[in-house]
């Protein structure tokens, strides 16, 4: 991990079981993923691996209202019981680039997404959300909620 995470994040991730070098089995996530038609690529596998299976509640807000917020990284649970493959195959198009399922945020209202290159993105009906180059730096836009989400396109059926 290369991205310099704030204290207020660590303490997060922490409360949700993260430690430095944390090195998990992923093979169920990766079976999951790729029997829902996933391509699972490095840097998902490398996300996987650090950040699988982990619940972090953490403060956000909604129209100046402070809320306890769930991001959870579970791609197995998101990929089969989530948003269906199909769906995300309009988003691939849009940005030109393959997408990989690696949790839920908004309380499981989200699906979260990674591309090849590591980019993360959120997803809502029609609303694609940029939440960072990083895996980093979008969980630390979550957890702290000290910058918005840079860009929001709405996409034409």
């Not at 950040?51 to 953490?58: M, P, T, V, Y």
């Not at 990929?79 to 690696?102: D, N, R, W």
């Not at 940029?130 to 979008?138: D, F, K, P, T, V």
């Amino acid at each position: 991990m290369n991205f310099p995470f704030s204290e207020r994040t660590i303490e997060t991730l922490r409360r949700a079981g993260w430690y430095p070098g944390r090195k998990i089995d992923i093979s169920a996530y990766i079976d999951a993923l790729e029997a829902e038609g996933y391509v699972v690529f490095p840097s998902v596998q490398a996300f996987l691996q650090e950040f699988s299976g982990l619940k972090l509640i953490h403060e956000n807000e909604f129209n100046g209202i402070a809320l306890s917020e769930a991001t959870e990284f579970d791609a197995a649970d998101e990929a089969t019981h989530g948003v269906p493959i199909e769906a995300i195959q309009k988003y691939c198009e849009f940005l030109q680039s393959p997408l990989c399922m690696i949790g839920s945020i908004s309380n499981k209202h989200a699906a979260l997404l990674m591309t090849p290159l590591s980019h993360v993105y959120g997803t809502t009906g029609d609303n694609l959300v940029y939440w960072g180059s990083s895996a980093e730096e979008a969980i630390e836009r979550l957890c702290t909620f000290a910058q918005k989400r840079e860009i929001v396109i709405l996409l034409d059926e």
